[in-house]
Nanobody, 121 residues
Framework: QVQLAESGGGLVQAGGSLRLSCASSGSAFRPMGWYRQAPGKQRELVAAISRGGSMTNYADSVKGRFTISRDNAKNTVYLQMNSLKPEDTAVYYC????????????????WGQGTQVTVSS
């Protein structure tokens, strides 16, 4: 019923910036977020945002560097990533659910296919 499509990943040097986009099918507002997974590591929450955008959460490792936002008119959520570090290298996945707590706990019912972010030193 809900499909998510990520875009905007790529290769960037340390200190650079990227903006990821997640386009959602349909027009329903819902909590959404971004997760990432590097080879050999567990999936981790990067950022989450409520339906109206008034509430956000960030992993400690990205606070002050990443910003999550949404444009509900376009059914799109963004992740602006600044001051990128090599440890940010991972596949980034967009997540959506009808319950904000499911975003925070990784129990989202809907996931995108992922977009690769590679940060070189």
């Amino acid at each position: 019923q809900v499909q998510l499509a990520e875009s905007g990943g790529g290769l960037v040097q340390a200190g650079g910036s990227l903006r990821l986009s997640c386009a959602s099918s349909g027009s329903a507002f819902r909590p959404m977020g971004w997760y990432r997974q590097a080879p050999g590591k567990q999936r981790e929450l990067v950022a989450a945002i409520s339906r109206g955008g008034s509430m956000t959460n960030y992993a400690d490792s990205v606070k002050g560097r990443f910003t999550i936002s949404r444009d509900n008119a376009k059914n799109t959520v963004y992740l602006q990533m600044n001051s990128l570090k090599p440890e940010d290298t991972a596949v980034y996945y967009c997540a959506a659910d009808f319950d904000y707590s499911n975003i925070l706990t990784g129990r989202s019912n809907y996931w995108g296919q992922g977009t690769q972010v590679t940060v070189s030193s």
